[in-house]
C-alpha cells in the first residue's frame, strides 16, 4: 500500500474525528478543506458499481460518516425547497440519460453516485449547516483560511518547481511541461492542475479583500490586513492570467455594489455563461476574431491554445446536438474517433462536458444550481445593503458562483466548495425572503434604506451607501453586548435625519447621540421596537431637522 493509498484511506475516520472535536459547522469546513487541498490525485479501484474510491469519495464520505454518528438528527431535519430543483435535476437526470441510450439501469445509478459525490452531498450538507447567517459567514471563512494555507506552499513550488506531490505521494499529479509559464514556475501543489490553484488563490484573494473593506471579519482585521498583501503577491505569482482577469472583474462589481449601492455588475457576470452558450450552440460566434485579438494583444501560445478549444468545441455541440435533450452519456460517447478508434477531441470546459453527456437538461441544470441561488439573493437584498457587513459574505458567495461558472466555459476544475456555496447562499436567500415576508426583516430593511416609513424619502444610491457606512461605523464602536440592542435604531436615524442635521450628529459623543437616537426612533412608527434597557440623556439641541419629514 502506497502513502497516496494510505492517506485516501485515513480521511474517513479523521473525517469522524473532525466532528468529535469540532462544532459540526466547523467540522465540515475543515473536512473538505483538508480533503481538497492535501489528498492526493489517485484512486483506488472499486468493484462493480461503486464509484473509484479517490480524493473526493474520501472527503465526502468521511465527512458524511462524521455528520452520521454525531448529527444525524439535524441532517434528517432538512426539507427541500424549490432552489433545490436544478440541483436535483443535475444528480439524478443522468439516469434518464442512461435509460434513454439504451446503457441500463446499472449505468444510471452508477452515474448518480458519481453526481452526489462530485456535487450532490456538498451541496445537501451546505443547505443543512450553512444556510443561515452564521453558516455563510464560516464558510466564507473557510474559503479564506484555505488561501492562506495554500501561501507558503505555492511560495515554495514557485521557487522550487511544482514538487510537493511527487516529495510527498511519490508521482506528479499533472504533465510537468505545463507548469512552467511566463518565464517561472506554475504551482499545482496537491490540486489537479496549475489553473485549478490559480482559481483558488484569486477566489481567495478576492473574497479575503471583499470581507476586510466590507467590515465582516473585523474582530480579524489585525491579521487579515497583512496576510491580505501576502496573499495577493502569491496570487500574482502563481501566473493564472485568466483567474486574474475573473478576480479583478469580481473585484470591481464587488466595490461598485458597495460604494454605488448597485447590483447589474453582478447580475451582469451571471448572463456571461448562459449568453456564451447560447451564442456558441447557435454559431452565432466562433471565436476567430477573440482568438486574432490574444495573437496580437498576448501571446502566440494562449492565442494557439484557445484556438484549439473553439475548435474541438464546435465539434463537440455538433455531436452534442444529435442527442440535444439527455445527451450521450458517460465513457467518452458525446467525443468523436477516428476510424482507429483514437479520440479526436478533447474536452476542456466542463459546460460542453455536461452539455455533451447529458444533454440540455443536464446544463440547465448545472448552470441553475450555481446561478439561481445568486439571483434569488439579489433579488431579494435591496441593492444600497449588499455590501452591509452582516450580509456580505453572502454577496461575496454571489460574486464567487459566477466567477466560477465563467471559468467552467473554458475550464473543468470541480471544486467541492463551489457547490456548497451554492446551498449556502440558496438557503440563506430563502431565509431572508421568508423573514421578509413575514414583515420582520421587511420593516427592517425597508426603514434602514430610508424607504416606506421614513415618509417616502428616497435617497440616491451613492448618499444611502455612505449613510450606511456611517451607521456601521457607529455599531461596531459599541461593545458587542449594545451592538444588537441599538443597530436598528441607529441606521433608521443615520438614514432618515436631514444631511446638514446627520453631519452635527456624527460629531457628537456618544451619550448626546443615544438622546437624538431615542427622540427620532420614537417619532417613527418604524416597527423595529424601542431600545431598551438604556437611558436616554438630555436631548441635543439638532434643530428642527431631527424628526422626519
Known amino acids: 500500500m502506497t502513502l497516496a493509498d494510505l492517506a485516501l484511506i485515513l480521511m474517513f475516520p479523521l473525517g469522524v474525528l473532525l466532528f468529535a472535536v469540532l462544532s459540526p459547522v466547523r467540522a465540515v469546513v475543515g473536512g473538505f478543506l483538508i480533503g481538497y487541498l492535501f489528498l492526493p490525485q489517485t484512486l483506488i479501484k472499486m468493484p462493480g458499481v461503486l464509484p473509484d474510491y479517490d480524493?473526493?469519495?474520501?472527503?465526502?464520505?468521511?465527512?458524511l460518516a462524521g455528520v452520521c454518528v454525531f448529527d444525524l438528527g439535524r441532517l434528517l431535519s432538512y426539507r427541500p425547497s424549490w432552489i433545490d430543483l436544478p440541483a436535483l435535476v443535475w444528480v439524478v437526470g443522468p439516469f434518464a440519460t442512461s435509460m434513454s441510450n439504451g446503457l441500463g439501469p446499472y449505468e444510471g445509478v452508477s452515474s448518480i453516485l458519481d453526481q452526489s459525490l462530485e456535487f450532490g452531498i456538498p451541496y445537501l450538507l451546505a443547505r443543512v449547516y450553512f444556510s443561515d447567517a452564521v453558516g455563510v459567514r464560516t464558510l466564507v471563512g473557510g474559503l479564506v483560511l484555505?488561501?492562506?494555507?495554500?501561501?507558503?506552499?505555492?511560495?515554495?513550488?514557485?521557487?522550487?518547481?511544482?514538487?510537493?506531490?511527487r516529495i510527498v505521494y511519490g508521482m506528479h499529479q499533472h504533465r510537468f511541461a505545463q507548469t512552467y509559464r511566463l518565464g517561472g514556475w506554475r504551482p499545482t501543489v496537491f490540486l489537479q492542475h496549475g489553473l485549478a490553484v490559480g482559481m483558488w488563490m484569486s477566489m481567495g484573494t478576492l473574497i479575503s479583500w471583499w470581507v476586510v473593506i466590507s467590515g465582516s471579519f473585523r474582530?480579524?482585521?489585525?491579521?487579515?490586513?497583512?496576510?491580505?498583501?501576502?496573499?495577493?503577491?502569491?496570487?500574482?505569482?502563481?501566473?493564472?492570467?485568466?483567474?486574474?482577469?475573473?478576480?479583478?472583474?469580481?473585484?470591481?462589481?464587488?466595490?461598485?455594489?458597495?460604494?454605488?449601492?448597485?447590483?447589474?455588475?453582478?447580475?451582469?457576470?451571471?448572463?456571461?455563461?448562459?449568453?456564451?452558450?447560447?451564442?456558441?450552440?447557435s454559431g452565432a460566434w466562433t471565436g476567430d476574431r477573440f482568438v486574432t485579438a490574444i495573437r496580437k494583444n498576448v501571446s502566440a501560445d494562449r492565442a494557439q491554445s484557445v484556438e484549439f478549444r473553439l475548435e474541438n468545441e464546435t465539434l463537440l455541440i455538433d455531436r452534442a446536438l444529435k442527442r440535444p435533450l439527455l445527451g450521450w452519456g458517460r465513457w467518452g460517447r458525446s467525443m468523436l474517433y477516428a476510424e482507429s478508434g483514437k479520440k479526436i477531441t478533447t474536452a476542456d470546459g466542463r459546460w460542453i462536458l455536461a452539455f455533451?453527456?447529458?444533454?440540455?437538461?443536464?446544463?440547465?441544470?448545472?448552470?441553475?444550481?450555481?446561478?439561481?441561488?445568486?439571483?434569488?439573493?439579489?433579488?431579494?437584498?435591496?441593492?444600497?445593503?449588499?455590501?452591509?457587513?452582516?450580509?456580505?459574505?453572502?454577496?461575496?458567495l454571489c460574486v464567487l458562483l459566477s466567477l466560477f461558472a465563467i471559468d467552467s466555459l473554458l475550464n473543468a476544475m470541480p471544486n467541492p466548495f463551489m457547490p456548497m456555496a451554492a446551498g449556502a447562499l440558496g438557503g440563506f436567500a430563502l431565509l431572508v425572503r421568508r423573514a421578509m415576508d413575514a414583515h420582520a426583516l421587511n420593516h427592517a430593511l425597508s426603514n434602514a434604506a430610508g424607504w416606506a416609513a421614513l415618509g417616502e424619502r428616497r435617497w440616491s444610491a451613492p448618499e444611502l451607501a455612505r449613510r450606511e457606512q456611517e451607521a456601521l461605523h457607529l455599531v461596531m464602536r459599541l461593545d458587542p453586548e449594545e451592538q444588537e440592542a441599538w443597530r436598528d435604531a441607529i441606521r433608521m436615524t443615520v438614514l432618515g435625519l436631514e444631511t446638514d442635521v446627520l453631519n452635527r450628529f456624527l460629531e457628537l459623543p456618544w451619550a448626546e447621540q443615544q438622546g437624538v437616537i431615542r427622540r427620532f426612533t420614537d417619532s417613527v412608527p418604524s416597527g423595529l421596537g424601542p431600545?431598551?434597557?438604556?437611558?436616554?440623556?438630555?436631548?441635543?439641541e439638532l434643530g428642527p431637522g431631527l424628526r422626519p419629514a
Open 531 to 540: 431600545v431598551e434597557d438604556f437611558e436616554s440623556p438630555a436631548d441635543s
Open 146 to 165: 484555505g488561501a492562506m494555507l495554500y501561501i507558503p506552499l505555492c511560495l515554495y513550488e514557485v521557487r522550487m518547481s511544482p514538487q510537493l506531490h
Open 356 to 396: 455533451g453527456r447529458f444533454g440540455y437538461v443536464g446544463l440547465c441544470g448545472l448552470t441553475l444550481a450555481f446561478l439561481l441561488p445568486t439571483w434569488l439573493w439579489l433579488s431579494t437584498v435591496p441593492p444600497p445593503l449588499l455590501g452591509r457587513a452582516d450580509l456580505a459574505p453572502a454577496t461575496g
Open 219 to 281: 474582530r480579524s482585521e489585525s491579521f487579515l490586513v497583512p496576510a491580505l498583501a501576502v496573499l495577493a503577491v502569491t496570487t500574482l505569482l502563481v501566473k493564472s492570467l485568466g483567474a486574474l482577469v475573473l478576480m479583478l472583474c469580481g473585484g470591481f462589481a464587488l466595490y461598485l455594489s458597495r460604494t454605488l449601492g448597485v447590483r447589474w455588475l453582478v447580475v451582469a457576470l451571471t448572463l456571461i455563461p448562459p449568453s456564451y452558450y447560447a451564442v456558441r450552440i
Open 55 to 63: 480524493r473526493t469519495t474520501a472527503m465526502v464520505l468521511g465527512v
